[in-house]
T-cell receptor, first 111, second 115 residues
Framework: QKEVEQDPGPLSVPEGAIVSLNCTYS??????FMWYRQYSRKGPELLMY????GNKEDGRFTAQVDKSSKYISLFIRDSQPSDSATYLC???????????FGKGTKLSVKP | DVKVTQSSRYLVKRTGEKVFLECVQD?????MFWYRQDPGLGLRLIYF???????EKGDIPEGYSVSREKKERFSLILESASTNQTSMYLC??????????????FGSGTRLTVV
C-alpha cells in the first residue's frame, strides 16, 4: 500500500460548484497535513495546513483531517475559474520537515 | 518578490553529460530540497539538506548528487545524464520544525530534457 494515495482526476466542474478533493494515507505517524496548489508551469504553493484531526477553514477553502480513517479532504466552495490548478496533498515524514506528496488532482473550473 | 530561484527554466542536455541544476533562496532557510515531478508519479524526493555541507538521500537518489557549500544555495548534479532523467525538477526551502514551517517555498522549476 502506498504511503499517500490521491486520485489524479482530471476533475471538471462548473463555476460555483462545491469541489471535494481527497487523499488517503497509510502511516499513522503523520501529524501535519497540507494542501498545495500548483498552477501550470509554476511550482506548488502552500494553500492550507492542519495539525492532527479536525477542520480548518480559510475563506472558500476548508481542510478536514480524519486520522481514524487516515483520510484528508479539501473542500472548495463557490469554485472559480481561477481555482483551476493541480492540488497536491502532503504530509510530514519526519520532525525536520521532510514531506511526502500525493500525485495531485488536476481541477478545471469551467465558466 | 522571488524567493527561491532556479537558474534555468528549460534545459536540454545530451546523454552522458554532467548537468548542474542550481537553486538559490533568499529567506535564510535552513532546509532545502530537490524533487522531480513526472506525470502519473507526482513529486518524488531526490535529496535534501538541513544545513550547510549536510545532505540526506531521499526516495530516488540514484544517478544524482548534491552540493551545499553555502546556506542559500543547493545544487543538484546529474553525474551522467540519461534519458530517464528527463523531468521537471523542483527546488524548495523551509525552516525546521513546527506546523507553519512545513510550508515549503518552491521555485518555478527546471524542465530538463536529456536527448
Amino acid at each position: 500500500q502506498k504511503e499517500v494515495e490521491q486520485d489524479p482526476g482530471p476533475l471538471s466542474v462548473p463555476e460555483g460548484a462545491i469541489v471535494s478533493l481527497n487523499c488517503t494515507y497509510s502511516n499513522s505517524a503523520f501529524q501535519y497535513f497540507m494542501w498545495y496548489r500548483q498552477y501550470s508551469r509554476k511550482g506548488p504553493e502552500l494553500l492550507m495546513y492542519t495539525y492532527s484531526s479536525g477542520n480548518k477553514e480559510d475563506g472558500r477553502f476548508t481542510a478536514q483531517v480524519d486520522k481514524s480513517s487516515k483520510y484528508i479532504s479539501l473542500f472548495i466552495r463557490d469554485s472559480q475559474p481561477s481555482d483551476s490548478a493541480t492540488y497536491l496533498c502532503a504530509m510530514n515524514r519526519g520532525s525536520q520537515g521532510n514531506l511526502i506528496f500525493g500525485k495531485g488532482t488536476k481541477l478545471s473550473v469551467k465558466p | 518578490d522571488v524567493k527561491v530561484t532556479q537558474s534555468s527554466r528549460y534545459l536540454v542536455k545530451r546523454t552522458g553529460e554532467k548537468v548542474f541544476l542550481e537553486c538559490v533562496q533568499d529567506m535564510d532557510h535552513e532546509n532545502m530540497f530537490w524533487y522531480r515531478q513526472d506525470p502519473g508519479l507526482g513529486l518524488r524526493l531526490i535529496y535534501f539538506s538541513y544545513d550547510v555541507k549536510m545532505k540526506e538521500k531521499g526516495d530516488i537518489p540514484e544517478g544524482y548528487s548534491v552540493s551545499r557549500e553555502k546556506k542559500e544555495r543547493f545544487s543538484l548534479i546529474l553525474e551522467s545524464a540519461s534519458t530517464n532523467q528527463t523531468s521537471m525538477y523542483l527546488c524548495a526551502s523551509s525552516t525546521p520544525g513546527g506546523p507553519i514551517n512545513y510550508g515549503y517555498t518552491f521555485g518555478s522549476g527546471t524542465r530538463l530534457t536529456v536527448v
